[in-house]
Each structure stands twice: as structure tokens, then as C-alpha cells.
């Protein structure tokens, strides 16, 4: 169990396109996903908090308006990236809450990398 | 806020010898602390957590020590083995059990290489 899948695993656009990543928990449902960003061989950073049915918590230094976040069910958040730029070449995690044994855990999805050109 | 500090950022072990990795936080209100390992390109996999009410916790060759006084926290690899090599993350959260209450603050990172 708790399994959450992102997709696609891979994506190369043209500076200024939009692009969009999904996270899916599969086999649970999530109330609460966190996206995160992680640069080569560095720590993975959190950028917002998604909750379903409210809007996204941003951190710090993060766009909301670049990073659009929809949590439209209790299985699916998604980030667009919108008018991308080579410094948003990165990649990103999800995660996702599961309530399993009375305690919350957070499960990552595989990441999607970004390449943006 | 959180501030988690790890170390060290590398570890070179000889097979079948223990690995030791410790991580310290600032916020004493920090109640979750998980560990992750990550292999290169792929996502974080939890192996081990521990939370405040708990000073030690084992599963097999991992293990996790927590010190809520002095805030920190260490987790030790015994009889490591090749395919424990990977980059390991500590973090800690400041919300009832590290979930929707509480988002993960990581720390650095720590790349373990075990040589055959």
C-alpha cells in the first residue's frame, strides 16, 4: 500500500511553455500532498503545501503565480510550471499523506525531471 | 523556524563495518523525525522513523537514536552491505506526526559509499 505515482518522469520544453506534473496517490487517499524541488546533489526543498479542496500554502521565495497548484481530488494535486525558464530545470518530488496504523506518513512519488531549454 | 543540521555530508565505509549518521534540530517542538534514502534519479524511500515519545528504534541492521534534550537524533547502519550505498536524509517536522499538520524540514544530506 501506499503507493503515489508522478507524471511524466521525464520532460524537455522550450523556455516560456507551460508545463504541467501530476501526482496520483494510488491506493489511499491523500488530504494533504507536498511539492518539493531538488537540485543536483542537493537536499530536497519544500515549495508548497496542497491541501484538496483549499487553496496551496507557498514557502517562502516561491511564486505562487509560476507554480500553480490544483488539488481537485483526494488522489490528484497537480503543479504547472508556467512560462518555464532554464533556472526551473529541476526535479521535482511529490509526496503524499497516508493514515496508516493510526500515524501519518509522508510516501514520495518517482520525481519528474525538468529540463527546460 | 526548523533547522535541521546532518552530518557528515560523506561516508566511505569497508563492508560488514557500521555507519553512523547524525542529524540535530532547533525546534523543540519537533515531534516527527524520519530517515530517507535516496539512490541516484530515483525518489526518497522511507526506512526508518521515530517519534518524540520514543527514544530508540530498530528494524533489522537500521537504527535510530533520539535525544529530545540535547535535539538530536542519529541513525546507525550495522554489518552495512554494497547496496546500502546512497544518499541518506534526516528530517524533522514540527506537526502531530510529520503529516498534514506538519511539513518535512530536511537536512542536507549524507552520501554513503560502502566499498566490497
Known amino acids: 500500500g501506499a503507493v503515489v505515482s508522478q507524471h511524466p518522469s521525464r520532460v524537455i520544453c522550450k523556455s516560456g511553455t507551460s508545463v504541467k506534473i501530476e501526482c496520483r496517490s494510488l491506493?489511499?487517499?491523500?488530504?494533504?500532498m507536498f511539492w518539493y524541488r531538488q537540485f543536483p546533489k542537493q537536499s530536497l526543498m519544500l515549495m508548497a503545501t496542497?491541501?484538496?479542496?483549499?487553496?496551496?500554502?507557498?514557502e517562502q521565495g516561491v511564486e505562487k503565480d509560476k507554480f500553480l497548484i490544483n488539488h481537485a481530488s483526494l488522489t490528484l494535486s497537480t503543479l504547472t510550471v508556467t512560462s518555464a525558464h532554464p533556472e526551473d530545470s529541476s526535479f521535482y518530488i511529490c509526496?503524499?499523506?497516508?493514515?496508516?496504523?493510526?500515524?501519518?506518513?509522508?510516501?514520495f512519488g518517482p520525481g519528474t525531471r525538468l529540463l527546460v531549454l | 523556524g526548523e533547522n535541521v543540521e546532518q552530518h557528515p555530508s560523506t561516508l566511505s565505509v569497508q563492508e560488514g563495518d557500521s555507519a553512523v549518521i547524525k542529524c540535530t534540530y532547533s525546534?523543540?517542538?519537533?515531534?516527527?523525525f524520519p530517515w530517507y534514502k535516496q539512490e541516484l534519479g530515483k525518489r526518497p524511500q522511507l526506512i526508518i522513523d521515530?517519534?518524540?515519545?520514543?527514544g530508540e528504534k530498530k528494524d533489522q541492521r537500521i537504527a535510530v537514536t533520539l535525544n529530545k534534550t540535547a535535539k538530536h537524533f542519529s541513525l546507525h547502519i550495522t554489518e552495512t552491505q554494497p547496496e546500502d550505498s546512497a544518499v541518506y536524509f534526516c528530517?524533522?517536522?514540527?506537526?502531530?506526526?510529520?503529516?498534514?499538520?506538519?511539513?518535512?524540514?530536511f537536512g542536507k544530506g549524507t552520501k554513503l559509499s560502502v566499498k566490497p
Open positions: 509526496s503524499a499523506v497516508s493514515f496508516l496504523a493510526g500515524a501519518e506518513t509522508q510516501y
Open positions: 491506493d489511499f487517499q491523500a488530504t494533504t
Open positions: 496542497s491541501n484538496e479542496g483549499s487553496k496551496a500554502t507557498y
Open positions: 525546534d523543540s517542538a519537533s515531534n516527527y
Open positions: 521515530i517519534r518524540s515519545n520514543v
Open positions: 528530517a524533522a517536522s514540527l506537526g502531530n506526526y510529520g503529516g498534514s499538520q506538519g511539513n518535512l524540514i
